[in-house]
């Protein structure tokens, strides 16, 4: 008797099927180490604070005032031997204020000294408790411990291939009948240990595959030179100027392109015809007209200007559990507090947005701690399906040796 024709839907599902096993077990061991490492690496931040609560916790006073900004710049500079480079100021008032200095054998990033704002202490910030654990665990991720040349194209192949499982995984899991899609959407605890098994890899895959999915293309910004400058071309914006270096930009991706429109800041009172000493407004009045123009709570982080600089740039995030992270860019004048220039990133083109967006985007700060949480379940999940994909394939080997 003739075998049953397949359609053409069965005949695509079934190669997709077949390229989904095969490329996920050439896979297997390299994403399961980058999505555990990924995981790990989530909540980065807020381990290292808890470890260290003597530099990033200081004892507010009664009175709730902190010393003039002023004042603190000074004592930073003596105790570093270089005047501060830009400042971010925590909007809980029990938290240190960060400092980044560019000493003598800094890299371009400089160093970032924590401070009491209340007493001016600088805070022993050197050697921070779960530093080195943690870079150790970004280098897994990023290179595997490799030499870079090596791990950073396997790693990058490997997040290639990820995107691949990702849309076969989604094909292969669509029931032939939409009355069945029910049975799709839930683990079945009591099937037996190879359906639970089958439920764990296809049912949690189906739940993470989105914000998987955005993880792994925005990682291919760090994995070639070509994926990059592609991302740039279909959000067709300028690709910004980058120093040496593989590291991943500290802040938004965009930020460098963001803040050249508020390049006025290096504009100085000196040598202006006419020109009568200047009073400029401290920075507490500077921050409270800020405050006017962006009423919201957040994270400042201000670009110290030079002492006869006429502008004041400044950069200001949203704070708390559910907050976006892009941020508004504002420069005021010294003189008066006049806004010279401001951006809102709400403002902003989506392609910008979305270019200025790829680093928490990846790494799931986009949201805040509610989009962290998310991206944590969600990177568990990823560094489980190699594992449950490879035991569902070796239990079909089993059963095939014993039927021979």
């Not at 050697?127 to 654990?133: A, E, I, P």
């Not at 595959?209 to 959000?235: K, N, P």
């Not at 009172?269 to 009045?285: D, N």
Request: aromatic share 12%; hydrophobic share 45%; net charge positive.
């Amino acid at each position: 008797m003739a075998g049953k024709k397949r359609g053409p839907w069965t005949v695509i599902k079934s190669f997709l099927f077949w390229l989904h096993k095969w490329l996920g077990l050439a896979s297997a061991l390299v994403l399961t180490v980058v999505c555990l490492s990924g995981t790990v690496y989530v909540f980065r931040n807020e381990v290292v604070e808890l470890l260290n609560p003597s530099v990033f916790k200081v004892e507010v006073p009664d009175a709730e005032l902190t010393l003039p900004l002023e004042a603190l710049i000074a004592q930073v500079s003596e105790a570093s031997g270089a005047r501060p480079r830009s400042v971010t100021l925590d909007p809980r008032a029990d938290r240190s204020w960060v400092f980044n200095v560019q000493r003598e054998g800094d890299g371009r990033r400089g160093s970032n000294l924590h401070v009491n704002p209340y007493t001016g202490e600088v805070l022993p910030s050197d050697h921070l408790r779960g530093n080195d654990f943690f870079f150790w665990v970004f280098r897994l991720h990023r290179w595997l411990l490799l030499d870079t040349s090596v791990g950073r194209p396997i790693v990058g192949w490997a997040t290639i291939i990820m995107l691949l499982l990702i849309v076969t995984g989604l094909v292969v899991w669509l029931p032939k009948k939409w009355g069945k899609l029910k049975q799709r959407l839930v683990v079945h605890w009591r099937g037996g240990r190879r359906r639970f098994t089958f439920d764990l890899h296809s049912t949690l895959g189906f739940y993470s595959a989105l914000l998987l999915f955005v993880m792994a293309f925005t990682g291919l910004f760090w994995s070639f030179d070509w994926s990059r400058q592609l991302i740039y071309d279909v959000l067709q914006v300028e690709a910004p100027q980058r120093g040496g270096g593989q590291e991943a930009p500290q802040r938004g991706v965009g930020q460098d392109r963001n803040q050249g429109k508020l390049a006025l800041a290096s504009d100085s009172v000196q040598g202006l015809e006419g020109a009568v000493p200047v009073s400029f407004l401290t920075y507490a009045e500077l921050l409270a007209k800020a405050d006017s123009v962006l009423p919201y709570k957040g994270v400042y982080r201000l670009t110290l200007p030079s002492p006869d600089a006429a502008s004041f740039q400044l950069s200001k995030t949203h704070s708390g559990f559910f907050a976006y992270s892009g941020n508004d860019q504002l420069e005021l004048s010294r003189t008066d507090g006049a806004v010279r220039a401001l951006e809102l990133f709400r403002d902003k083109p989506l392609n910008e947005q979305l270019a200025a967006s790829i680093k928490p985007l990846h790494t799931g700060e986009i949201f805040g701690t509610f989009s962290k949480i998310l991206y944590f379940i969600a990177c568990l999940i990823a560094s489980s399906l190699p594992i449950t994909g490879f035991i569902l394939w070796w239990w079909k080997q089993v059963k095939g040796r014993k039927k021979a």
